[in-house]
């Protein structure tokens, strides 16, 4: 079975090895056709606390880590203009 992967950008870096990111998904309403963006906030495991917030990163799935904390950094795809 493949791995699930998503395609966020982090929103928080206060914690420990724990990133927190946004992803959003788009689709189009069934009836009215307008396009809705829903979003969800993921904890991520981030071992060597490489990301900083705005950063757009790749998420992959993995056994669970603590509580809430069920996804791991797989690649920092691009790294935010922000200095943080």
């Given amino acids: ?49 490489e990301c900083n917030i705005g950063d757009q990163v790749l998420l992959q799935e993995c056994r669970p880590l603590s509580k809430r904390k069920r996804w791991k950094l797989a690649k920092v795809l691009s790294k935010s203009s922000l200095i943080s």
């Fill in 1 to 49: 079975m493949p791995v699930k992967e998503k395609v966020g950008i982090v929103v928080s870096n206060k914690m420990e090895k724990t990133i927190v990111v946004k992803v959003e998904s788009r689709f189009s309403h069934p009836i009215y056709l307008k396009t809705i963006v829903k979003t969800k906030k993921y904890l991520a495991h981030d071992e060597l606390s």
